[in-house]
């Protein structure tokens, strides 16, 4: 399985942009980068996946490096509400694919 | 209605006890998840079920049992609980399992202390 290493905290000032980064150097030709976040007392919540190409929805961006050892999310407008430990994982697929969590980076959000 | 439920929210139980979890879903998923997460740390996958069938087990004891009766329920039976097994217990479905890309929905968990 592909390791991924996050920072386990970062830090930002509300409706700044935040950039979170993820190094992912195992990861096979195949495999998906996908984000979740967990807020405080909540179960986690899917944020975006993608594969080579740069993805937007609207919550997030998602920018992959052009070797794809890396990945970074991008949170445009940072809102107290963004506060929550993000995960970045890698998704291979196949009948014993499992999706499987990190130790995430924990983001608070500063007033 | 893109709603994972799970019941109860909160289970305080002692360790001769005999009590089930609970998790629907009604967005027609296929595949469906028990995750254990203690304090602090990140959520670890225990079962997956596929087309109702159980397709991972991650030798998890057998004092956790699975159970999903039709593609909209999934129930964890716990006998026999240790304090250890204190955590939060989440369930996720998915639209089936094992694709690549595939997205998961959480529901909030049920807190979980074995006393």
Redesign the interface.
Known sequence: DAKTTQPNSMESNEEEPVHLPCNHSTISG???IHW?R?LP??????VI?G?TSNVNNRMASLAIAEDRKSSTLILHRATLRDAA?Y?CTP??????????????TLLTVNP | DTE?TQTPKHLVMGMTNKKSLKCEQHMGHRAM?WYKQKAKK????MF?YSYEKL??N?SVPSRFSPECPNSSLLNLHLHALQPEDSALY?C?SSQV?????????????TQLSVL
């Not at chain 1, 007392?41 to 899917?46: C, H, M």
């Not at chain 1, 998704?91 to 995430?104: D, E, I, Q």
């Not at chain 2, 990140?42 to 996958?45: G, R, T, V």
């Open positions: 195949t495999d998906y979740y967990q007392s909540q179960g986690p919540e899917y996946h594969l430990v995960y998704g291979s697929g196949g009948s014993n694919y499992k999706l499987t969590f990190g130790k995430g | 994972v998840y990140p959520p670890e996958l997956v397709s991972i991650e989440l996720a399992q094992g694709a690549a890309n595939e997205k998961l929905f959480f529901g909030s968990g």
